[in-house]
């Protein structure tokens, strides 16, 4: 049965447009799946000053380049959420909301969603002062009270963010010390970010919208309540590992779906790149990881990879 495409990437993040690009360069013929409108985690970030060849570039702007490049060589179904996967010994068929596709080779590139505080009145406030997002919520708490949780560079980042365009921030973490880099602590500190050491969220109040939360000291015990307009999370990420799962595709402990040196997981037929995969989790590194499953995958389709 002649294939509908040759390679099917699930998530169009910087790991999938990149494994778009370089299996559609290879001859591949490539659609990519995304139950959103693409760009992933990457699209809430402000300013990224980690990826090369840009000093600064907006998260949003970053991924719409990465999605007009990987455009010239894949087609693109955004808001086509893939339900399941069935391996088969000469394809894969692959499941949407809307239809299946018949497939050569699939590349999970479906990435992290944002960890929740697992707390009373998290799930009833979110959109009404509980964000995950300081860029995509923080313009309306300018001149408001407003609480980050968390002490990576993401959580001290977002601080950061809504201090300048006019938040009142208190940074909340349960260790004595930021796990961020010192150069972002210093900045905090320096713009008048204030911070609660030693303390976690027990629970989250209000009426309409958030009036503030109560926090524990992990030390003493002792319980305070602290009015706050917003609140925004960034505690780390889980592994959307819905779709390994159901293939029987190995995980480590942590949930993140294990590769071999080429991406090739545990399910002949199925690769996987980026943050699914664990470890650093950069933006940089989901390029990398991308275009190794896309070149790994040709060897499925009786294509050569044109860097053996």
């Not at 015990?221 to 505690?235: A, L, N, R």
């Not at 037929?269 to 275009?291: L, S």
Request: glycine residues 12%.
């Amino acid at each position: 049965m002649p294939y509908d495409y040759d390679v099917a990437i699930i998530g169009a993040g910087a790991a999938g447009y990149s494994a778009a690009i370089y299996a559609g360069r290879s001859g591949a013929s490539v659609v990519i799946f995304d139950k959103g409108m693409g760009g992933g985690l990457t699209s809430e970030a402000d300013d990224i000053e980690n990826y090369p060849g840009f000093k600064k570039i907006k998260g949003p702007e970053l991924m719409e380049k990465m999605k007009e490049h990987a455009s010239q060589y894949a087609e693109m179904h955004f808001l086509e959420e893939v339900k399941d996967i069935n391996v088969k010994e000469d394809g894969v068929e692959v499941i949407t909301a809307k239809k299946k596709y018949w497939v050569g080779a699939a590349i999970l590139c479906t990435g992290t969603e944002h960890r929740k505080l697992g707390v009373k009145g998290e799930e009833e406030f979110r959109g009404r002062g509980v964000s995950y997002c300081a860029t995509c919520d923080g313009p309306f708490f300018v001149g408001k009270k407003v609480a980050v949780i968390g002490g990576g560079n993401t959580a001290i980042s977002e601080a950061i963010y809504l201090k300048d365009i006019g938040c009142d921030v208190t940074v909340i973490h349960r260790r004595d010390k930021l796990r961020a880099e010192k150069i972002l602590e210093d900045e905090a500190k320096e713009k008048g970010v204030k911070f609660i050491w030693n303390s976690v969220v027990e629970e989250i109040y209000g009426n309409e919208m958030v009036e503030g939360i109560k926090i524990k000291n992990v030390k003493n015990g002792e319980i305070k309540e602290i009015g706050v307009d917003g609140i925004f999370v960034s505690i780390g990420e889980e592994p959307n590992n819905e779709l390994a799962k159901k293939l029987g595709a190995k995980l480590d402990e942590h949930g993140y779906i294990v590769v071999d040196e080429m991406q090739r997981t545990s399910v002949k037929r199925i690769y996987a790149a980026g943050d699914i995969t664990g470890g650093i989790r950069q933006i940089v590194t989901a390029c990398g990881e991308g275009a190794k499953a896309a070149l790994a995958s040709l060897e499925v389709i009786g294509k050569r990879n044109p860097f053996e």
